[in-house]
């Protein structure tokens, strides 16, 4: 117990009053004259004893009474663990991430967490609020009220060793305050795990928000998995995590129109096709009807008017079996010799092809390292008699450069599965054991940083790339190798040619690394930006000769389908959806997590940590005790003889 104000406990020096009163009182004694003696019979015998009891017990009434008024006017209190006189800081964790949107006893698990919070702190407590993607740094909940219960879904899910990272810089660095971590999450399975460490000046509350159900149906993802002269066949994946659906129906619409609709049995996952015409673009939205989760139900898509990608062949030899990788439906191919070419056809062209050119003229190299530096991309095939110092000089800028003509037969025995050109829809799995072709010289590579691509046996590289040039060692015309034959050649070339623009895919998704080019060219001060019913987002973007790179993550955050604006001219759509990591509800098992304390209820936890300061005041007691002892003396006084 303690006192608000001490210093008036030295009143209990007062209980001496009654104590000399009741002990050491003087009685004066008056004479009375009287001549009957018959008063005396009248007057009751009181024993000694009696009356000495009847003295002491008003003695200590009095002296309770006493000493409970001078404690009342002290104000005694009682608190946890004398916490009252330690500030507390807190700070809470919401997680707004979309798996949030699944519903509780009393609806949205978000929506709900949001008004206990409002409801169960004191509306001018200092806290700190972060959800996934706002902070609130040292408010109150009067002043961010109408912003917190308007918080919405965000695709981004932040692991929780990030959160209570994020947590701890919101506390000041004194060491005398509680500080106090409160998560509020469903707590949804992801691969990050997390481990708190014993930290005596911080606690952490877990609130464990779960669903009523577990059922979810997401439109997971779409691919082109056939194509014709006429026609494309769009795959449509489909997941379910709750109990088999019998019949979905499934709807594809081109902007507003919809134009198919088919139904699925659906256990676990399923996959289902619809036939689109080829060549003609379409805004699709792929959806469903699922009381659950709302942010899977709808899958953006477009095709856009497709670009035909200009590649320019500078041939010395034969370069007939380009122009038949290099189809005009897909390519605007162009071949040339070194004394015909155009220098001012390079910069119109996405990829450049020497084909085993002897030497490489100056002019052509300053042109060629203007052209990759500008984002072009180029592929380098060297001839059986080169000259050496000229391909050096247009090899320094790419960190490599040849030495001296090897002649001796090599098999080209190992492809690197995980580069880009290979790593997918060329190979359906990695095979070991294939017919190897092989060349009979080859050129010694010296480079740094370089990325093999293909490789022979001695793990010397037989292509290789750095920066946006591809590079083989050796000559690939028929009496030097057989490379020609081997079925790789048409996806090497093809993929080099179609990674020289990075035309938009089908979708991308929100919160990755995405990149994209666009053919355009851009007048001085001119940007291009991402727009959707009144939205204008202005991305990341490096502009190049005849096209622009654009780079996002996070941005746009809204899943639809945008338009590539240059001004008012429209040039290409994008579309972006949300990540589908959430779709799957499947939770952590947070229970045997140590130095946490764990709870389902928002308003338990904010319970407990009021009681941790709490000041439970006393002196209403002891009035009560007084009056209490005052009514003692009375009846004493009164009835006890």
Request: aromatic share 10%; glycine share 2%; proline share 3%.
């Given at each position: 117990m303690q006192f608000k104000h001490p210093e008036l406990l030295y009143a209990l020096f007062l209980l001496l009053i009654p104590i000399i009163v009741h002990l050491f009182q003087l009685r004066r004694f008056k004479k009375e004259a009287f001549t009957n003696v018959a008063f005396l019979k009248e007057i009751k015998q009181n024993s000694r004893k009696s009356s000495q009891i009847k003295k002491w017990l008003?003695?200590?009434?009095?002296?309770?009474?006493?000493?409970?008024?001078?404690?009342?006017?002290a104000q005694p209190f009682h608190s946890k663990q004398s916490n009252f006189k330690t500030e507390k800081e807190t700070v809470i964790y919401i997680d707004n991430s979309f798996s949030m949107q699944a519903k509780g006893s009393q609806g949205e698990l978000l929506k709900r967490a949001l008004q206990d919070i409002v409801g169960n702190i004191n509306e001018t407590e200092?806290?700190?609020?972060?959800?996934?993607?706002?902070?609130?740094?040292?408010?109150?909940?009067?002043?961010?009220?109408?912003?917190?219960?308007?918080?919405?879904?965000?695709?981004?899910?932040?692991?929780?060793?990030?959160?209570?990272?994020?947590?701890?810089?919101?506390?000041?660095?004194?060491?005398n305050t509680l500080k106090n971590i409160v998560f509020i999450s469903d707590f949804q399975q992801n691969k990050f795990d997390f481990t708190p460490k014993p930290d005596s000046l911080t606690k952490l509350h877990f609130v464990k928000l779960s669903p009523i159900n577990t059922n979810n149906i997401s439109v997971d993802s779409t691919y082109i998995s056939q194509t014709t002269a006429a026609s494309l066949e769009l795959s449509v994946v489909l997941k379910?995590?709750?109990?088999?659906?019998?019949?979905?129906?499934?709807?594809?619409?081109?902007?507003?129109?919809?134009?198919?609709?088919?139904?699925?049995?659906?256990?676990?996952?399923?996959?289902?096709t619809f036939t689109i015409p080829a060549n003609k673009p379409i805004d699709g939205t792929i959806t469903i009807s699922d009381a659950n989760l709302k942010f899977d139900n709808s899958l953006y898509f477009n095709l856009n008017q497709s670009s035909k990608i200009n590649v320019l062949a500078v041939n010395e030899k034969d370069g007939s079996f380009l122009k038949r990788i290099f189809t005009n439906n897909e390519f605007n191919y162009t071949s040339t010799s070194v004394n015909e070419l155009n220098y001012n056809l390079i910069d119109k062209n996405h990829l450049i092809v020497l084909n085993e050119l002897n030497q490489i003229p100056n002019s052509l190299i300053s042109a060629i390292n203007h052209f990759t530096n500008q984002g072009g991309h180029l592929i380098i095939i060297p001839s059986e008699d080169i000259h050496i110092p000229s391909y050096n000089t247009l090899l320094v800028n790419y960190n490599s450069s040849f030495k001296n003509l090897i002649n001796t037969e090599k098999r080209i025995t190992a492809i690197n599965y995980s580069h880009p050109l290979y790593k997918k829809g060329v190979f359906e799995k990695?095979?070991?054991?294939?017919?190897?072709?092989?060349?009979?010289?080859?050129?010694?590579?010296?480079?740094?940083?370089?990325?093999?691509?293909?490789s022979f046996e001695d793990n010397k590289p037989f292509l290789f790339q750095n920066k946006n040039a591809y590079i083989f060692s050796s000559a690939l015309n028929k009496t030097n190798?057989?490379?020609?034959?081997?079925?790789?050649?048409?996806?090497?070339?093809?993929?080099?040619?179609?990674?020289?623009?990075?035309?938009?895919?089908?979708?991308?998704?929100?919160?990755?690394?995405?990149?994209f080019e666009v053919e355009t060219q851009l007048q001085q001060d001119d940007i291009l930006s991402l727009e959707h019913n009144g939205i204008s987002i202005i991305p990341r973007q490096k502009y190049f000769n005849d096209k622009v790179s654009i780079n996002t993550s996070e941005t746009?955050?809204?899943?639809?389908?945008?338009?590539?604006?240059?001004?008012?001219?429209?040039?290409?759509?994008?579309?972006?959806?949300y990540g589908r990591s959430e779709s799957q509800l499947v939770y952590q098992n947070i229970s045997n997590l140590k130095n946490i304390t764990l709870s389902n209820s928002i308003a338990e936890v904010f319970n407990t940590l009021k009681s941790d300061t709490k000041i439970n005041a006393l002196w209403k007691w002891f009035v009560i005790f007084a009056l209490v002892m005052l009514i003692v003396e009375m009846l004493i006084l009164k009835y006890f003889k």
């Open positions: 008003i003695l200590f009434t009095r002296l309770l009474l006493l000493a409970a008024l001078v404690l009342a006017f200092t806290v700190s609020i972060i959800a996934n993607n706002k902070v609130f740094k040292n408010t109150t909940i009067k002043a961010v009220k109408n912003d917190l219960l308007k918080l919405d879904y965000v695709p981004n899910q932040l692991n929780l060793e990030s959160v209570f990272l994020k947590c701890k810089t919101l506390f000041s660095k004194d060491k379910n995590s709750g109990t088999a659906i019998e019949n979905l129906p499934i709807s594809l619409f081109d902007g507003e129109n919809l134009i198919a609709k088919t139904s699925i049995t659906l256990n676990k996952q399923e996959e289902t990695q095979v070991s054991n294939f017919q190897y072709p092989k060349v009979n010289n080859f050129y010694d590579i010296n480079s740094n940083n370089l990325a093999s691509i293909l190798s057989n490379f020609k034959n081997w079925s790789l050649i048409v996806p090497t070339f093809y993929n080099i040619a179609k990674q020289s623009l990075k035309t938009p895919k089908l979708y991308y998704t929100i919160g990755n690394e995405n990149s746009p955050d809204m899943a639809n389908i945008y338009s590539i604006k240059n001004r008012n001219e429209t040039l290409k759509k994008v579309s972006y959806n």
